[in-house]
């Protein structure tokens, strides 16, 4: 836990006891229990509308004494590989979901599964002119759909010319107004 949300997360499950457990000790409320109340709570209300399908995933393999690595994925299975052949069977892994708030709920800002076959839609909302913002591997980035006779049809393109594979994308938004561009940074 690094952030003031985290902490301020853990405090609260901290100070809120549901009881005793038989050796009379106190049972606090778990953190996984309380982020799921307190987005439920949020959504309910319309203060924050977070996506039902995590976003990327969180993946922390706990080593010894209170290190950790951790990675951020788009898929649920971590990427540390197998127990007791890429790393120890006594290290834990936990991997978490993360949910991202939408700006405004149905305005089409999710992401967008890149699918296996190419589609007139991927080609019309993916072009030089009107680039989208791609995920790949926990990398984001820009991109935009050309066709390459040489290579034989529709190839994603970036700047770097890195030949992306991405998994997700979705539009770019809209730049700022005009009078959004000439004011100043506080």
């Given at each position: 836990m690094t952030t003031p949300h985290d902490k301020a997360l853990a405090a609260a499950c901290?100070?809120?006891i549901l009881g005793e457990d038989e050796n009379y000790k106190p049972v606090h409320l778990e953190l996984r229990e309380a982020e799921m109340a307190i987005s439920a709570y949020l959504s309910s209300i319309g203060g924050v509308v977070c996506q039902r399908n995590p976003s990327a995933w969180a993946h922390r393999l706990n080593l010894e004494l209170d290190q950790?690595?951790?990675e951020f994925t788009g898929e649920p299975e971590h990427p540390f590989g197998e127990p007791?052949?890429?790393f120890s069977a006594e290290f834990t892994v936990n991997s978490t979901p993360l949910h991202a708030p939408l700006p405004i709920a149905g305005k089409g800002d999710e992401w967008?599964?890149?699918p296996e076959e190419m589609?007139?839609?991927l080609i019309k909302a993916a072009t030089k002119?009107?680039?989208v913002l791609v995920?790949?591997?926990g990398r984001y980035y820009n991109a935009w759909m050309e066709f390459d006779e040489y290579e034989g049809g529709w190839l994603w393109m970036d700047e770097a010319d890195s030949e992306p594979n991405p998994s997700h994308y979705r539009p770019l938004p809209a730049p700022?107004?005009?009078s959004e561009e000439g004011r100043e940074k506080p």
């Open positions: 901290e100070a809120t950790f690595l951790t007791g052949v890429e967008i599964l890149v589609t007139n839609e002119d009107r680039q995920f790949e591997k700022p107004s005009r």
